[in-house]
């Protein structure tokens, strides 16, 4: 009798190689099939859930499928109903276009399954991200001790700061986080995390370039403590998610250090400008932060999730995450021997260093260089040709590929509702045509258009043409006399 331990069959999980590698080129096929054809096809599709839910709703099938068809329902009917993100006129919130050695470090990644918590498990994967958040920390002009970590993106990376900067406070009482106007949700959210209730996080306000006003943080800050509250933390924007505005970060820098708070920068969509010459000035200051979010999946063109967060002394970091419980004491291998999962949230992490480095490599920082410094330049075209218009107003200065604007024709003496409606009205036409995707905000309680310009493929073309579109829809919206 045969033994049934010698010869174990496969497990049903398994695939034979052939298969593996069919199904994994039918994939490739699909998505340059996608990447090449993407301008063709809209730049948004919305399905309601009452259209998808019966498409797609069921139980997990007992037995397994033939994988075409699984693949064919998935190309179907789930990824067309999405906004396509990397599309040339998807303009709205912000956009990420990554680049396709950045895929392909993906795959890798996953492929080979890398756990990228400790040494132990992943030596080279972890020097890979030292060399990147290394790479990162030049960037910034951190001194050597500076370092970082990949995270989930800059929610993840806002909070990871938060927490460094109370664990360093020495977790003090009725701790006060001050924040621009501008200021991004996630900082916020981190702040619930971490024990900051509302009451205790300042909007301090903007001048009108949105950008933080010193003057009246340092005020605040002094009544703070006069009440005996604790000044815990300043975030300045390098890149406000509205506007593009950078705060006055050497201002800042040196208020912080008077007041002995953290100086956080969220630089999230930003931050990566600082790779332009041009944009130098504007950052200055940036290298006296305590810590840095930046987000690689926004302008430095890699897919999701690869948000960082750099600090200027990793034992900062270290100092407030680094756990060692005893089921993990083979992985201590030395200070040099970095364990990722110290300086954060997650002790399984994915190997995200790879599709940053592979992609650089491959392309060359001036390619990077280049496309941040393109859109910067359309988003400055979209300003003098939106000025140039009659029929279209700015809501503040252009800044980091960001355009705030509205069509307001001149001699319409439209109420300020009847400019919100017209303009909502524009923005739904175009969005639901597909042909260009942009999105709206608010600046000091006024409707905008907003336009983010931070996809490589973006020609100036394609931000004229939306820009002319709205100027088309919105007169033939006026000229239909509904609105009046
Ligand atoms: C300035 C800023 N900070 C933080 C975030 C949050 O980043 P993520 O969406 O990667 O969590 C964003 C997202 O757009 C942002 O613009």
């Given at each position: 009798m045969k033994d049934p331990d010698e010869h174990p069959q496969p497990s049903d999980l398994e695939l034979p190689p052939d298969e593996m590698r069919r199904l994994g080129y039918h994939v490739v096929d699909l998505l340059v099939d996608r990447w090449t054809n993407l301008r063709d096809g809209p730049a948004w599709q919305f399905s309601p859930r009452d259209e998808l839910e019966p498409l797609l709703w069921g139980p997990p099938p007992e037995e397994g499928r033939d994988p075409d068809q699984v693949i064919g329902e998935v190309v179907d009917r789930v990824l067309p109903k999405a906004g396509r993100i990397d599309h040339p006129r998807f303009f709205a919130f912000i956009p990420s276009s990554p680049t396709w050695p950045s895929v392909m470090g993906d795959f890798l990644a996953t492929g080979f399954n890398v756990f990228q918590g400790t040494w132990l498990e992943s030596a080279g994967p972890s020097q890979l991200e030292l060399v990147v958040m290394d790479w990162f920390r030049e960037w910034l002009g951190f001194p050597e001790e500076g370092g970082g970590l990949l995270t989930s993106g800059g929610s993840a990376a806002n909070l990871c700061a938060l927490v460094a900067a109370r664990e360093r406070a020495g977790n003090p009482v009725d701790p006060v986080l001050y924040v621009s106007d501008q200021g991004h949700s996630s900082l916020e959210r981190a702040a619930r995390i971490v024990?900051?209730?509302?009451?205790?996080?300042r909007r301090i306000p903007t001048d009108e370039e949105y950008r933080l006003d010193v003057a009246l943080l340092a005020e605040a800050v002094v009544t703070d403590r006069a009440k005996g509250l604790h000044p815990l933390c300043v975030s300045a924007n390098a890149g406000a998610t509205n506007t593009g505005a950078i705060d006055p970060l050497d201002g800042i820098a040196v208020l912080a250090k008077e007041e002995d708070l953290w100086f956080h920068i969220d630089g999230a969509y930003g931050g990566f400008a600082l790779l332009v010459p041009s944009e130098a000035e504007s950052f200055?200051?940036?290298?006296?932060?305590d810590s840095v979010t930046l987000d690689p999946h926004k302008w430095l063109f890699q897919p999701y999730e690869t948000g960082c967060l750099m600090v200027r002394d990793t034992q900062t970091l270290e100092g407030a995450f680094r756990i060692l419980p005893e089921y993990l004491q083979d992985t201590a291998l030395g200070k040099e021997h970095v364990n990722f999962a110290d300086r954060g949230i997650q002790l399984t992490r994915g190997f995200r260093a790879l599709k940053i480095w592979m992609s650089v490599q491959t392309l060359g920082l001036k390619a990077f260089r280049e496309a941040i410094e393109t859109g910067i330049r359309h988003a400055r075209e979209a300003e003098r040709y939106i000025t140039g218009s009659p029929a279209l107003e700015m809501m503040g200065p252009s800044s980091l590929g960001i355009v705030c604007f509205r069509f307001r024709p001149p001699g319409s003496d439209m109420s300020k509702e009847k400019v919100e409606e017209l303009n909502l009205e524009i923005q739904d036409e175009i969005v639901d045509s597909g042909f260009a995707m942009m999105s709206s905000t608010r600046l000091r309680g006024e409707f905008s258009l907003r336009l983010s310009i931070l996809n490589y493929r973006s020609t100036w073309e394609d931000v004229q043409e939306t820009l002319e579109e709205v100027v088309r829809v919105g007169k033939r919206r006026l000229g239909k006399g509904g609105l009046g």
């Open positions: 024990g900051i209730p509302s009451e205790s996080i200055r200051g940036i290298e006296k932060a």
